[in-house]
């Protein structure tokens, strides 16, 4: 069975951090680009750490600049979140995705590039 499953999310005070993991099973990761996404109440999902799947290269959306970090182990077929100085805006629910078999060094921007999604962890940051 082909899956992505998240892990890590929970309830974090304002300025803390939570690291998320998406392990795939069924299917080698490292084929891969691979992107986290999240959707708070009433809006639209968002990416907001993109990774393709050769040189590395990232894209972060312009409010988690410099507080998020992506990363992939291909080893453990695992794909990582690294959430620094938590605000209350980035409560929502976070979603790991795989797209864009053996592609190249391009990031995909749309979700509707990506093919195979996890079933989402909630993080919340409050007080």
């Known amino acids: 069975q082909l899956q992505l499953v998240e892990s890590g999310g929970g309830l974090v005070q304002p300025g803390g951090s939570l690291r998320l993991s998406c392990a795939a099973s069924?299917?080698?990761?490292?084929?891969?680009?691979i992107g986290w996404f999240r959707q708070a109440p009433g809006k639209e999902r968002e990416g907001v750490s993109l990774?393709?799947?050769?040189?590395?290269?990232?894209l972060y959306a312009d409010s988690v600049k410099g507080r998020f970090t992506i990363s992939r182990d291909n080893a453990k077929n695992t794909v990582y979140l690294q959430m620094n100085s938590l605000k209350p805006a980035d409560t929502a629910v976070y979603y790991c995705a795989a797209g864009g078999r053996y592609g190249g060094s391009t990031v995909l921007l749309h979700a509707n590039q990506y093919h195979y999604w996890g079933q989402g962890t909630q993080v919340t940051v409050s007080s």
């Open positions: 069924g299917f080698t990761l490292a084929e891969y680009a």
């Open positions: 990774m393709s799947r050769m040189d590395g290269n990232t």
